[in-house]
Structure formats: C-alpha cells, structure tokens
C-alpha cells in the first residue's frame, strides 16, 4: 500500500508541474515590447530593407519619462521576429519613438528618468551649408504594454526627407567659371522634432553640381519643409545672387500634382534656365507655373 501512495504522489506532482509550465508559457508574466519596423512606398511596395541602414529607438514611460534607448541595424530593427525593447516593466501605455539613417544629424544623450520627450530630436547642430541630407525615417507609436502572450507589434516608418533633382541649363551666360555657380536652399528645417515635425532652426543646402552636356545636374536630399516654411532658392554666380524664388509658396501657388504633407515619397524636379534676358525657373515640369526672373545685378 505504501508503494501505491508514494506513486500517486508522484503522478499528482508530475501533472503540478506540467499545468505551471503551461501556464506560463501562454500568459507570459512579464510584459514585452517587441516591435518590428517597415516602410510601405507610395506603391505600397515594402522597401525596407533597400532603404534602412540603422535604427536608434528611444522609450519614454507612461509619464513620459525617458527609459531607455536601443540601437540596432537594419536588419535587426526590420527583422520579422522582433527586436525586444523592454522586458518585465510595469503595465501601462508607453511611448516609443524611432529614428532611422542618423548620420549628419545629432541626437541627443538622455538621462533615464529625468529627460522628457520634447528633449528629443534629430537636429543639425552646426547649422553649417550642407550638400545632402540624412535619409531620415521616424515613427512615433503609443503601446500598451500588459500581461499577455508576447507579441511582435508592426510599426510603419514616415520618410523625413525630400528628394530634389536640379537641373541647369544655359550656365554660360552668367559668365563666370563654373566652379563659380552655386544652388542655395536657404530656410530648410534642420531636422526633426519628436513628433516628426520639422524643427525651428534652419540650415542652408548647396548641391554638388555635376556637369552636364547640358550644364549642371544635382540629385540630392533636404529634410521636411511644409509650403507655410520660408524656404528660399538662389542661383549664385561668384559673390553675386543673381535669381531668387520663395519655393514653398511657388509650390502652394501651384497645382504642381505634390502635397508636401502627406505624399510618402516627395521629389522636386526644379528646372533653371538661364539666357541672356533672365532666369525661368520650373517645378515639376509645370510650364504654367513658370517663373521668369530678371538676372539681378546684370
């Protein structure tokens, strides 16, 4: 009879075991973050892994309060399993903010429990004439973290970025050599805020100019402007400016076919002409929208 019992016994706490284990596989009792990044182009096509390079996520509390930060390659921040960014925290809705492609831009160093979300941002700091922007990618997302079977969240990145193809076109008659004619971008945010918006402070862009049979061409990067942003282009020959148009309102003005708020993916085709009576300046193959400018000090 005793050998009964003790088999009994052991049966019972075979069967304990095996309900804890199950129990805790399928309610997991420290809540996760895991998230995986993608970005949709305006197709719908996800290029993600042509276009991000590196990722750095930050992880504020439900009071706002910076947690903790992550850094990650592409791969691993795309990566469909997952990359995990908080483990056995307290229930409640955090806050995470991305940043993808940071390169030329600073991000600042957060103290946790101390730094707050507005003391984030992807920001120049040098303010210095840039050639080309970050490709910059962010998301801002809201989570509710609780007890429950972990779980790999899809967020979608928003591009931070406009692409800007240059051309011009009768150089020559500026009269001046060529290493002499520049492109300003004056006004341009200089970076972003935690939010995704642009920034106050403003940097100057001037492209590298290739030359063309043509003239000069120039495929290049500036960070998120709206048509409300004091953003100024000028055709410079040697010391002098000698065209000048305020480009957010050429784009506001016209039915150019590109809304800079909410199109995914925005390129500027901006063509200059130069003769020998002024400057016409075109976005977007807009012949109607067409701006002619006297050659100013000519």
Known sequence: MCKIVLILSGLLLLCSCSLTETTELEVNPKPTLTVSYRYLNKEGVNTTRDEIRSMSVFVFDPDGRFIAKTEASGHEATDLDGLQLLSGVPAGEYTVVAYANVEKLGLP???????????????????????????????LTRV???????????LDLGKR??????????????????????????????????KGDPVTAQT?????????????????NVY????????????????ETVGQVKLG?????????????????????IDIDVTTTGITITVNDWDDGAIQLPIIGK
């Open 109 to 139: 160093k957060l103290v946790p429990g101390e730094s707050c979300l507005i003391d984030l941002m992807a920001v120049d700091k040098n303010r210095e004439t840039c050639s080309d922007a970050d490709r910059l990618f962010h998301n």
């Open 161 to 194: 970025y406009f692409q800007i193809n240059l051309t011009l076109t009768g150089a020559d008659k500026l009269n001046v050599p060529p290493d002499k004619i520049a492109v300003l971008f004056s006004g341009i945010p200089a970076g972003t805020d935690y």
């Open 249 to 269: 309102e050429y784009i506001a003005r016209h039915d150019l076919g590109i809304d800079l708020r909410n199109d995914r993916d925005v390129v500027l085709p």
């Open 204 to 220: 100057v862009f001037s492209p590298y100019l290739d030359k063309t049979p043509q003239g000069f061409s120039a495929s290049f």
């Open 224 to 239: 998120r402007f709206g048509t409300g942003d004091n953003v100024k282009m000028a055709v410079q020959a040697g010391t």
């Open 144 to 154: 509710k973290i609780q007890r429950e079977q972990p779980q790999v969240r899809m």
